[in-house]
């Protein structure tokens, strides 16, 4: 008789954004009348820009001609999308990172959750609490968590490095050795990050202890601050110890067109055997590339025109993120992030837990956000809000948040 | 020190298409005055049907619309897809699979590599020798094949059911009772199938001795005879055994569109354990759903006009395979498949491997196909030819290899 993936069953409850996605169904369904401000998952909102628009259209086009069809595509992704990225998001910033290590995918969701299959069974994972969930449950599924504890929240074999408003969201280096560090920098949930210079420590750190950096960069683009780095890269020895995973999503607004892309840099190894090939294996096995049409959607992000009108777009959530973060400050609320990202990490009302204050807000505001117990037990006592609304709703949503 | 998942190690060479294409490259390196003609790797070369195309414009245009625009996709893909899907290719044949057990993918590469991972680690595999390579990479990936002897072509934990012209390509109970049973009917590489009465004894089978069949039903648009099941679950009994695994790239041309589904039935259980909540939890973890635009080029699929274009499409390459099958029969060449499948499987000259084949038809035709000792040993002294060129490239390709 066959068996099952038992590590699935060791999983606590259904993932974060399911159980919301209930919780407003439910509310919804009771209160038809009730108009909804969604600030919760991390969606964007904003249509696709003109120059990507154009791309994709000339892309279908070329799919209804038999001289330009194109059908699968080369495992690590077409050479037009993979130069277009190693020139403007690694040369252009000093980062000799090559073409052939770059691997084009349908996101950072999938390689985030993937990319835990190329490391031994036995790693040891670090990430950072609160974190963005998929980390913690692909190693899960992979049975390197351990067991999970529901009155502390926590799995037995994981490194937890608390992240709170007492360490300024920068997490000490952990006291047992972890094989598999996990840094989304900026960060999600809490929308804040590190300076350069202490980026570079960890990646000394890695180095010296024999640890991989997962880098999960998918917030980039909303980096303003001058000190912060867009790419490990920058870091000097971060190509020996560092894989790092981007996305479309934010910077283009790709939630529902699906690109990401990983670069995993030939030097990394472990003894003789390169990870960057492993990965390249795993690519031409299990994954048949990202669509035509998306790749050259991809490729338009990097033209003249993508990427004057995506520099509007992150401007515009961002100007959303200014008129929380103010808006908040001035009812009183103590708020983190906003800067460097599209999040705005707030400190729950003294005395109430972060899913009281998600249903409180629900129910009162008709606004949805996301608990930051949702994201790890640090992250009790937060709340998260995306500036990926429209100005009009986020605006609104502040209204009736300061009404309540 | 962190170390790899050395399963990888075990792998041997590289995967097959990447192996061909790098001898496809050198030969044109070497000779930039010869025209390939390519009926190796299954990919299409007709261009998307104007219904498709028509669907994909507008949904570029939604996308660029903030009251149309489409984010995350829901977990398990839309609700119009999966209706369309229900309705066309289940309930239209009798067979009771409702939209909650669809689960659209990236293509059914991704899910047949991916759909292991539900499974115990101790699971036995079965596959049919020869095979798409994918079943036994994504188990070796996993750790489940133990290892691979060069000498053989075979990993030691993997049950072989060699499929060769003595058994007519229909494969007897394995001796070994399996835990998964991975089936591909009609069948890449043989081009050949099973009876509906066949499949329900394996059925059958797989609900007697405890087993999941996994189902992978690529070419299924491809079926012209009248007893051949078009889903597995035709087979009664089939919704407590079988995971069926569908692809939008060769009924509709999407191989570099990417789309395909997986049907995880509630009835499969182990224990009191549905294996359809278990796909949904990875689906929700691992994946963000297939692109908008890409889905709803699914929808038109199944619209009147889709199905029309469609099946002309379907018809065009199956000339191509009767041409390809006629053609060789009357050169000498023993041939099978090409009835119910896009692929023609035939015997290579007496004396001649499969990669001798290839190289002699690779230089002398300047034709590519693939060696069938590529999908395991019991394809050894076969050879696979793929009806997807356009019909007056196999004509040439035709003329060329008979005139070798």
Redesign the interface.
């Known amino acids: 008789?066959?068996?099952?993936?038992?590590n699935?069953?060791k999983?606590p409850g259904?993932?974060l954004?399911?159980t919301i996605a209930k919780k407003v169904a439910a509310f919804t369904a009771a209160n038809p009348d009730k108009t909804i401000i969604r600030l919760g998952?991390g969606?964007?909102?904003?249509?696709?820009a003109?120059a990507i628009?154009a791309a994709?259209?000339k892309a279908?086009?070329e799919?209804?001609?038999?001289e330009t069809?194109?059908?699968?595509?080369p495992?690590l992704g077409y050479d037009f999308l993979r130069r277009a990225i190693a020139e403007n998001d690694y040369r252009a910033r000093g980062c000799d990172i090559e073409e052939d290590e770059i691997f084009v995918s349908?996101?950072a969701?999938?390689d985030s959750?993937?990319i835990q299959?190329?490391?031994?069974?036995?790693?040891r994972i670090a990430v950072c609490d609160p974190v963005y969930?998929?980390y913690v449950?692909?190693n899960a599924?992979a049975?390197r968590t351990g067991t999970y504890d529901k009155e502390t929240e926590r799995w037995s074999n994981v490194i937890y490095m608390p992240c709170t408003a007492e360490n300024g969201f920068v997490p000490e280096f952990p006291e047992e050795t972890p094989?598999?560090i996990y840094l989304c920098l900026p960060n999600n949930p809490t929308g804040t990050t590190f300076t350069k210079s202490k980026l570079q420590e960890w990646v000394d750190y890695a180095n010296r202890?024999?640890?991989?950096i997962l880098y999960d960069g998918a917030y980039e683009a909303y980096i303003s601050e001058p000190d912060v780095a867009h790419s490990i890269y920058e870091c000097s020895g971060a190509k020996t110890c560092a894989i790092e995973l981007k996305s479309f999503s934010k910077n283009a607004?790709f939630?529902?067109?699906?690109l990401g892309y990983a670069v995993v840099p030939k030097e990394l190894k472990?003894g003789d055997?390169s990870?960057r090939n492993?990965w390249a294996?795993?690519h031409?096995?299990?994954?048949?590339?990202?669509?035509?049409?998306?790749q050259r959607a991809g490729e338009a992000v990097y033209s003249r025109e993508g990427k004057a009108q995506l520099k509007e777009q992150v401007a515009y959530y961002m100007k959303n993120a200014a008129a929380i973060k103010e808006g908040l400050k001035k009812s009183g609320y103590t708020v983190f992030g906003g800067v460097n990202a599209p999040y705005i990490w707030l400190k729950t009302p003294s005395g109430t837990t972060s899913w009281e204050f998600f249903d409180r807000l629900l129910e009162n505001a008709n606004v949805v956000g996301t608990p930051g117990a949702g994201f790890g037990p640090s992250g009790e006592g937060y709340f998260r809000l995306t500036a990926f609304g429209?100005y009009e709703n986020t605006l609104a949503a502040l209204e009736r948040i300061q009404k309540m």
Chains 1, 2 share one sequence.
């Open positions: 008789m066959f068996q099952i993936n038992d699935y069953q999983l259904s993932y954004f399911s998952i969606d964007v909102t904003q249509p696709l003109p628009l994709m259209h279908v086009d799919m209804g001609c038999a069809f194109h059908g699968y595509a495992d349908d996101g969701k999938s959750a993937n299959e190329i490391f031994a069974a036995e790693s969930p998929v449950d692909s599924m049975g094989d598999l202890v024999g640890a991989v607004g939630t529902g067109v699906r472990c055997v990870l492993m294996r795993r031409g096995t299990k994954f048949n590339g990202a669509p035509y049409i998306v429209s």
